[in-house]
């Protein structure tokens, strides 16, 4: 079941849509759920279904299609590479390559610790930027190197 703050902040989403448009909602109501557990776990997509009224499999292929949804537990930080041509084309190879050496995991993996999950992702649509990442589908990092990956990770060992 659905938590009363996740309940609530679908309510807030749903006034921007007809009342008749209700599955105009899911994909912020995935965010929420995953906001509040990390992850989007298949009963929530089921209790997301119900309390939008739309088939689960609707639902289930929304988290499946976008990248930004967990579908496991994936740490407490999901960085998330850009692995399409352009960021390839501008080092993402070396960025996963370096973050997989630095973590110890590779790409659908979680570090022991739980603190960190790597992934790789499709389009994040800053190409000038490339290579990039996001940190929990929340911050877009570009223009990686060594250095500038591990400042930001020493930033997420702060929070």
Not at 9 to 31: D, F, T
Not at 39 to 67: N, Q, R, S
């Amino acid at each position: 079941m659905l938590s009363e703050q996740i309940q609530a902040k679908i309510n807030r989403e749903l006034k921007k849509y007809p009342a008749n448009q209700k599955q105009s909602a899911v994909m912020a109501a995935l965010r929420f759920v995953q906001d509040e557990k990390g992850w989007v776990p298949a009963d929530d997509m089921a209790d997301v279904a119900a309390f939008l009224g739309m088939p689960k499999m609707a639902v289930c292929e929304i988290a499946t299609f976008y990248h930004m949804y967990n579908l496991k537990p994936m740490g407490r930080h999901t960085l998330t590479v850009c692995t399409n041509l352009p960021c390839m084309l501008g080092g993402s190879e070396d960025t996963v390559a370096y973050l997989k050496s630095r973590l110890g995991i590779g790409l659908g993996e979680v570090t022991a610790d739980g603190k960190y999950g790597l992934r790789e992702g499709e389009c994040m649509g800053a190409c000038k930027d490339a290579p990039l990442f996001t940190v929990d589908n929340k911050k877009l990092c570009g223009r990686l190197n060594k250095e500038k990956i591990d400042q930001i990770l020493a930033g997420l060992d702060q929070s």
